[in-house]
């Protein structure tokens, strides 16, 4: 463990653990796939077994991973459910031969009240002809950068690509302030001292310059678009992603980093860092956050938070997913700034160590004044652990459907 820090010692035994469990689930959804009833009513290329780790219900995107050795002359792949209806289902990649032919495939599809603690079956069938994809309530509007769906109405930031506009439906009540900036707006001081990387910034501000903007998913399931900056030393890149039927729009963000923050004085002080910050578009009475085992309201200015943070107003509220436990500072006038990254190596041994490239998850879920604990707590744990897909060959099985 020589020239190993205690974090890179502590990531490689997470993922020493992680590779084991997922031999383990792996094994475990091969078996009760291998034995479930996946024969539909009409003729199947492959079946999709798909399964819900959690103890309600759930409906969301189901991935197939790569799929090899298509049919010859495959156009399209169309899933049905059990009952032969075709349901939505959007390519994640493909490639295709000469004639347009699709040799390789990845897809996903909505699995619908997937039972809790249990499975569903689905059916894929590659066709020769582009099908009719079943429609969603998912809509776009590339030109102004707006994506919508039932729930809610996301707009963006045509000079930063950032989240501007959060409306909850039906309601149309904006849940962020755009006077804050858009969400993520990215903030921090780089350190100017480090000799291999002179005259950096005085600090970098993703609402100060413009971003590259595309679109790399257009519907029917779900719309993805890109915003990249690229600053002296650092690279920003926010991806929004609005899904149909989903009541959250996700962003995800990646930060490449060539000059670490500014050090604190002392490491129980976090006030130095790269942040992700926000404003919420209503007065926050209080602010819920949980832990393990728990969910408790706060009234620090700063707080930790393991899956999610609830910030509640008179008759609404803002519920921030995340994938795993986070820092969070209420640090301006009703401004809310979550840590990307620090730097403190230097504190104890005048060496700089810091994680280069790092990337977050978000979930923003705007709600009403009837929301519950358990509520928050499904919400938080669908966004970290999705639904879970392996494809078979369709069969008998001694299991039920």
């Known amino acids: ?49 798909v399964f819900n780790p959690h103890a309600w219900p759930r409906t969301g995107l189901a991935g197939t991973g790569r799929i090899h050795a298509l049919p010859a002359r495959s156009r399209d792949v169309v899933v049905r459910d059990r009952t032969g209806r075709v349901i939505p289902s ?85 849940m962020l302030d755009p006077a804050g900036g858009t969400f993520p707006r990215f903030r921090g001081r780089p350190n100017p001292t480090l000799p291999t990387r002179p005259e950096p910034p005085a600090a970098y501000d993703s609402g100060a310059s413009k971003a590259q903007i595309d679109w790399l998913a257009r ?21 929004v992603t609005l899904v149909a039927s989903s009541p959250y729009v996700e962003v995800t963000t990646r930060v490449l980093v060539q000059v670490p923050p500014l050090p604190d004085v002392s490491p129980p002080d976090i006030v130095e860092g790269y942040w992700l910050s926000f404003v919420p578009g209503f007065p926050v009475n209080r602010v819920l956050r949980d832990y393990p085992f728990g969910v408790e309201e706060t009234k620090n200015p700063a707080f930790h938070a393991l899956t999610f943070v609830d910030f509640i107003g008179p008759d609404k509220g803002l519920l921030l ?75 008998a099985g001694d299991l039920p459907a």
Not at 132 to 150: C, F, I, K, W, Y
Not at 151 to 173: E, H, I, Q
Not at 219 to 239: C, D, I, M, N
Request: charge should be neutral.
């Open 90 to 174: 959007q390519m994640v990649k493909d490639s295709a031969d000469s004639d347009g032919s699709i040799v390789e495939a990845e897809l996903a599809f909505l699995a619908r009240e997937v039972p809790p603690a249990g499975y569903d079956t689905y059916s894929l069938e590659f066709s020769s002809g582009a099908g009719s994809p079943a429609g969603t309530d998912l809509r776009v509007d590339e030109s102004r950068l707006v994506l919508e769906n039932e729930f809610l109405r996301v707009r963006l930031d045509a000079t930063t690509g950032g989240v501007a506009g959060l409306a909850a439906k039906p309601s149309g009540v904006e």
């Open 321 to 395: 997913l995340h994938a795993g436990t986070q820092y969070f500072r209420r640090d301006a006038p009703g401004r809310v700034s979550n840590l990307v990254m620090r730097e403190w190596e230097s504190h104890f041994s005048q060496e700089y160590g810091w994680p280069v490239y790092a990337e977050y998850r978000h979930g923003l879920m705007p709600h009403g004044a009837d929301i519950t604990n358990a509520d928050r707590l499904r919400a938080a744990a669908a966004f970290a652990r999705p639904l879970m897909c392996i494809l078979k060959k369709p069969q």
């Open 219 to 239: 519907g029917p399931l779900w719309a993805t678009v890109r915003a990249q900056q690229s600053w002296k030393y650092l690279k920003f890149e926010t991806r």
């Open 1 to 49: 463990r020589h020239n190993f820090t205690w974090g890179a010692i502590g990531y490689n035994h997470l993922d020493a653990a992680e590779k084991q469990g997922q031999a383990v689930l792996d094994g475990a959804m091969n078996y009760l796939g291998g034995r479930a009833r996946t024969l539909a009513n009409r003729p199947a290329d492959l079946a999709a077994v």
